[in-house]
């Protein structure tokens, strides 16, 4: 297989939720020796892009969603694992969910849509104590920090999150996305974030702009 018609075929694999044959192509991309972030781009990424268009359109539901996502989890662990030592990205994100809120299919999307957009990813879960998204950004010297609130009662983690990064003198040091079911642009506005991610995609693009990219 060429490849061209392997990044075809990564693309289709990622739309179809297809994770045996993303996971094959991916390491079939690996012996070709092709470049893992070209395939990851052009191939893999426009799949994931094309899914999460049709979910916005209600062509596409949640369980549909999850597969693909996870297809893509697996084809780019296998693709970002064989980058160079010090290759780069295009940035560091520490992602969770916030303290009190155990949903994390829609974090666990937007680390799909980010790793697969070439950003290096710490998840750090669901369910997570406030200090610790301020640690581990500090720890890997991230760019940027993501919190996920699938509920009302949750949101108030991301204000809290901001405010503590103000008191701690970090707040110009690390950029702050927020996300979730009941934020809104009118929301992260008002806690001052510096981007509000409407879905998994939105948000892969948001970082990008945050970080001066496409």
Same mark, same amino acid.
């Given at each position: 297989? !060429?490849?061209?018609?392997?990044?075809k075929?990564?693309?289709?694999?990622?739309?179809?939720a297809?994770? #045996?044959?993303?996971?094959?192509?991916?390491?079939?991309?690996?012996?070709?020796?092709?470049?893992?972030?070209?395939?990851?781009?052009?191939? &893999?990424?426009?799949?994931?892009?094309? %899914?999460?268009?049709? &979910?916005?359109? =209600?062509?596409?539901?949640?369980?549909?969603l999850?597969?693909?996502?996870?297809?893509?989890?697996?084809?780019?662990?296998?693709?970002?694992?064989? $980058?160079?030592?010090?290759?780069?990205?295009? =940035?560091?994100? #520490?992602? =969770?969910?916030a303290?009190?809120?155990?949903?994390?299919?829609?974090?666990?999307? %937007? #680390?799909?849509f980010?790793?697969?957009?070439?950003?290096?990813?710490? !998840?750090?879960?669901?369910? %997570?104590?406030?200090q610790?998204?301020?640690?581990?950004?500090?720890?890997?010297?991230? !760019?940027?920090?993501?919190?996920?609130?699938?509920?009302?009662?949750?949101?108030?983690?991301?204000?809290?999150?901001?405010?503590?990064?103000?008191?701690?003198?970090?707040?110009?040091? &690390?950029?702050?996305? %927020?996300?979730?079911?009941?934020?809104?642009?009118?929301?992260?506005?008002?806690? =001052?974030?510096?981007?509000?991610?409407? !879905?998994?995609?939105?948000?892969?693009?948001?970082?990008?702009? $945050?970080?001066?990219?496409?």
């Amino acid at each position: 297989m !060429d490849k061209e018609q392997l990044i075809k075929e990564a693309a289709k694999s990622i739309i179809d939720a297809d994770k #045996v044959k993303a996971e094959e192509l991916a390491k079939s991309a690996i012996a070709a020796g092709m470049d893992p972030l070209e395939v990851i781009n052009e191939g &893999f990424s426009v799949g994931i892009a094309k %899914v999460g268009d049709l &979910f916005g359109r =209600g062509e596409l539901f949640l369980p549909e969603l999850i597969l693909s996502a996870e297809a893509m989890k697996v084809a780019t662990d296998i693709l970002n694992a064989s $980058l160079p030592q010090g290759a780069q990205k295009r =940035g560091k994100v #520490v992602m =969770g969910t916030a303290q009190g809120d155990i949903h994390d299919i829609g974090k666990s999307m %937007v #680390v799909s849509f980010l790793q697969a957009n070439g950003f290096e990813v710490y !998840d750090v879960g669901r369910d %997570v104590e406030m200090q610790k998204f301020i640690d581990k950004a500090q720890e890997v010297d991230a !760019d940027i920090i993501g919190m996920s609130a699938l509920l009302t009662t949750t949101m108030s983690g991301q204000k809290a999150l901001i405010e503590e990064l103000k008191k701690a003198g970090l707040r110009d040091r &690390f950029k702050v996305m %927020v996300g979730g079911a009941p934020a809104t642009q009118r929301w992260a506005d008002r806690i =001052g974030a510096d981007a509000y991610g409407v !879905d998994a995609a939105d948000a892969a693009e948001k970082a990008m702009k $945050l970080l001066g990219g496409k």
